[in-house]
Every structure is written in structure tokens, then in C-alpha cells.
């Protein structure tokens, strides 16, 4: 056996890699991850979908984190989606009452995901959309993407993301709708119909 010398980082040979999880179901799923809108809102939509591999097997423990303004545009600046009871350390849960605009949600043993939110309202020159990170089995780093929700077709043709792409990678990044305020968007990791995934620098 031959000995190494490991006493200068230099001079210490590669070692193999840790395997990569997920570990997702300890501690960062959270008792109404999903139910971003305030309870009873009006106007509270639901959007729902599947998380696919590169085979078109749905993931199911994959964990998608979504960020959306109101519906009037402005990003919530509100806390409490994960409030802890003072007294207990217990989970209190969102209050009910204030809209974070954010959620965390894990797929379902069947790769299946859902949330209750408002509409988001428009930023800028973009068209409303609600941001979503990726967080799957086998990814290095998380991916980061967009649901954009169908309803005004002249926001989303103008929109500069969107116009730059092929119209089979656009539809990627725009849910379809399901019936009055439910929306489906499918999140596919690679392969065909891939869902384009952005990278912020």
C-alpha cells in the first residue's frame, strides 16, 4: 500500500464525490408551503404541475420555491411565512391574513405540485410571471425559471424574454389554463420539451 502525503493541500489526491441528496424533506417543506394567496382572497389562483427527468418520469422529491408580486405589481415586503409560536417553538404557519408572495412546495410521491396564489400584476416592460426555483435529485445547483400565466396574449408576445424564443420554448414557460383560476405548468429537467431555465450572473 502505497502511503500519500496529505499534509499540503497540493499535494492531496482528488477524492470522489459526495452524493448529492435530496435531503429535502427534513426541515425546508413547511406545513402551507403552498398556500401563498391570504385565506378566503377572492381572487386567489391555483397553480399545479408535475416535475419530469430527463426520461419523463415525474420527480417525487423535487422542491420548488415561488416568488410573485400582487396583483397590483409591487413585491411584497411582508414576513411570516414560516412564524414560529414564542412560547412553544411550535410551527405557526403563515398568518393568514398578509400576502408574502412567497411558497415552498415538495412534489408528491407521484411528482406532483400545487399552490394557491394571487395573479401577479406587472413589472416593467416584462409580462407578469411568478418566479420559480428548482431544487431536484441530481442537480449540482438549482434552476431557476418563469410561469408566466396565459390571459393577455399582447403582454406576453411583447415581452422580451419570451420574444426571443422559438415558439415550442416559449410555451415552456407559460402555464395553461385548466378552467376559471387553475393553471397547470409542468417543470421538464431535460430532454424533450425541456423547460427553459435562466441564469442570473
Known amino acids: 500500500m502505497t502511503k500519500v502525503d496529505t499534509s499540503r493541500p497540493e499535494s492531496a489526491p482528488p477524492t470522489p464525490s459526495h452524493t448529492v441528496g435530496p435531503f429535502y424533506g427534513y426541515a425546508l417543506p413547511f406545513p402551507g408551503g403552498g398556500d401563498i394567496a391570504p385565506l378566503g382572497h377572492p381572487d386567489t389562483i391555483t397553480l399545479r404541475g408535475y416535475v419530469y427527468d430527463g426520461e419523463g418520469a ?50 408528491d410521491a407521484n411528482g406532483h405540485w400545487y399552490a394557491r396564489t394571487l395573479r401577479p400584476g406587472a413589472r416593467g416592460r416584462s409580462a407578469p410571471y411568478i418566479s ?34 422559438e415558439r415550442a420554448r416559449r410555451a415552456t414557460l407559460v402555464a395553461v389554463a385548466e378552467g376559471p383560476g387553475t393553471y397547470r405548468f409542468d417543470i421538464r429537467l431535460q430532454g424533450e420539451g425541456e423547460t427553459v431555465f435562466l441564469e442570473f450572473q
Open 58 to 107: 415525474p420527480l417525487p422529491d423535487a422542491l420548488l420555491e415561488l416568488w410573485g408580486p400582487g396583483p397590483d405589481g409591487t413585491l411584497p415586503t411582508t414576513d411570516g411565512s414560516i412564524r414560529r409560536d414564542p412560547a412553544t417553538g411550535g410551527h405557526l404557519g403563515r398568518n393568514g391574513v398578509e400576502f408574502t408572495g412567497w411558497g415552498r412546495v415538495q412534489t
Open 132 to 165: 420559480v426555483c428548482v431544487f431536484a435529485r441530481g442537480l449540482l445547483t438549482h434552476l431557476f425559471t418563469r410561469i408566466h400565466l396565459p390571459g393577455d396574449e399582447a403582454a406576453l408576445a411583447a415581452d422580451p424574454l419570451l420574444s426571443g424564443l
